[in-house]
């Protein structure tokens, strides 16, 4: 089955402070996602990637960058969080291009105080 | 911008019932058509994915398609309590280069 776990469950930061959710899949797959969930919003999309060292900007990419040095690892940054960035965040992975099934993170719930 | 419409609920249906669930969208070159469900506090996990036109049956789970009417539906045959969730509906495309847009969900509720 395929893998993929997101560092932090639940995370708690003040305004200002860098955040960084880590996510990793197992299963060598090329396309890794990051999402957040809100009320009423449903998912959203930040930022998603193709390949190591790529990243493409999503539908709400202010205030958030990425990072993927390696295949397996896909990072979300908070340069300087906000209190309208809490969310729930989830990661995704899926084999290609030509996949349309995602396979999710259980989430990091984030609050910023 | 591409849409996914769905009735955000709650659907409410006695335990043993079918429940419908219905979603529309956009983007008419759209290919690839998921169903996931989403029990409270979890993450999303997939349940059915459809390409063709017509019906595609997974035990008590029946994905619908009807690309002329740019409509996917759900149907979930003798509804289970353990069934109550948000379901999601997402569509992809190759000119999204398959990169699905969710709908904002529907919550159904099966009570006993």
């Known amino acids: 089955d395929v893998k993929v776990t997101q560092s932090s469950r639940y995370l708690v930061k003040r305004t200002g402070e860098k955040v960084f959710l880590e996510c990793v899949q197992d299963m060598d797959h090329e396309n890794m996602f990051w999402y957040r969930q809100d009320p009423g919003l449903g998912l959203r999309l930040i930022y998603f990637s193709y390949d190591v060292k790529m990243k493409e900007k999503g539908d709400i990419p202010e205030g958030y960058s990425v990072s993927r040095e390696k295949k397996e690892r896909f990072s979300l940054i908070l340069e300087s969080a906000s209190t309208n960035q809490t969310s729930m965040y989830l990661c995704?992975?899926?084999?290609?291009?030509?996949?349309?099934?995602?396979?999710f993170g259980e989430g990091s719930r984030l609050t910023v105080l | 911008q591409k849409e996914v419409e769905q009735n955000s609920g709650p659907l409410s249906v006695p335990e043993g019932a079918i429940a419908s669930l219905n979603c529309t969208y956009s983007?008419?070159?759209?290919?690839?058509f998921f169903w996931y469900r989403q029990y409270s506090g979890k993450s999303p996990e997939l349940i059915m994915f459809i390409y063709s036109n017509g019906d595609k049956e997974d035990g008590r789970f029946t994905a619908q398609l009807n690309k002329a009417s740019q409509y996917v539906s759900l149907l979930i045959r003798d509804s289970q309590p353990s069934d109550s969730a948000t379901y999601l509906c997402?569509?992809?495309?190759?000119?999204?280069?398959?990169?699905?847009?969710f709908g904002r969900g529907t919550s159904l509720i099966v009570h006993p």
């Open positions: 983007d008419r070159g759209s290919q690839s």
């Open positions: 997402a569509v992809a495309s190759s000119g999204g280069s398959y990169i699905p847009t």
């Open positions: 995704a992975s899926k084999p290609g291009p030509l996949h349309g099934e995602l396979f």
